[in-house]
């Protein structure tokens, strides 16, 4: 089975085409960095141009790198949420409209789901069931996975995603966007210690977040009278390890509720090296062993939406075949 994934959630525009036998044949990515840098942020409208502008290029790049036609395919998976409203309509107006071309059925995916199951694509692959630790911009959740599509959510944030603290916090201290990278290669040139910030709900019993008290910590430290711009690199290392601090502790403690060894981690923070660093140690400590997407795939992408959508073919499910074009923004 062949199945073409489009992914158009934010500022990526990702086609990718996962054939279930012999794995991922081609993948195509633009970015749009560049395009938002200038405004600090992504800009909703612009997103969407973009991607109407680059999608046509990008899936005749994947079919073209894989040998194939839409002739070939036998699914269309579509981001259908959750994201920028705009962004989604996109990618799921071309999807949708190409599978009807094609006779063939079009597949909503889970952005999130893309993310979960994505590390299932590395070489040396995790097995059912594990603990999914999924840190994006949007999310900041740790799940309980037995199977595709059999996700029990065991904590989130209440406020703040991870990457989005990383974000507004690379603000704070004068970083581009995108910030998480920048905070992360600064903290990277610093020292922790200097800094005392709080570690949200490390004690709380559950396994919930919370970050925005870090990001005003944060700010209470650089809109304070004695704050030098040369100890920004001292405080990124701070903030940084502060959000592994809590990260591995309840990582950690998903893994002693659940009684489960494998941890995996996915989303953009799961780029971070130093949360990866902390991570192995930690987890390896326990007996037990972390899985991580190839770096390439932590990050939005086609890929890990054609392949959820392959995985949810191969587990039997059944697609809608009216069309429609079916985004959640909120999903
Ligand atoms: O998964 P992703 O590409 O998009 C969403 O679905 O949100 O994650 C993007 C997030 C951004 O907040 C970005 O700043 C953060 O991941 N990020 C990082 C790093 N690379 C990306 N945060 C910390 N350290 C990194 N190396
Ligand atoms: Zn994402």
Known sequence: MKVIGIETSCDETGVAIYDTTVGMVSQSLHSQIDLH??????????ASRDHIRRLPALIRQALKDAGASMADMDAVAYTAGPGLAGALLVGASVAES???????????????????????????????????????????????????????????SLDDAAGEAFDKTAK?????????????????????GRYRLPRPMLHSGDLDFSFSGLKTAVLNVVTAADWQSSHAADLAADFQ???????????????????????????GVGANRALRARLDQAVRKRGARVYYPEPALCTDNGAMIAFA???????????????GIRIRPRW
């Open 37 to 46: 840098a200038v405004y600090g942020g992504v800009v909703p409208e612009l």
């Open 309 to 323: 959508g392959a995985q949810r073919l191969v587990a039997g499910e059944r697609p809608n075949s009216s069309p």
């Open 172 to 192: 704070l201290l004068g970083l581009g966007y995108p910030g998480g990278p920048q905070l992360a290669a600064l903290a990277e040139q610093g020292a922790a």
């Open 241 to 267: 390890q502060a959000v592994i601090d809590v990260l591995c502790a309840k990582a950690l403690a998903a893994l002693k509720h659940t009684g489960l060894k494998s941890l995996v981690v996915a989303g």
């Open 98 to 156: 190409m599978a009807l071309a094609a006779g063939i059925p079009a597949l909503p995916v889970h952005h999130l789901e893309g993310h979960l199951l994505s590390p299932l694509l590395a070489a040396d692959p995790p097995t059912f069931p594990f603990v999914a630790l999924l840190v994006s911009g949007g999310h900041t959740q740790l799940m309980a996975v037995t199977g595709v599509g059999a996700y029990a959510l065991l904590g989130e």
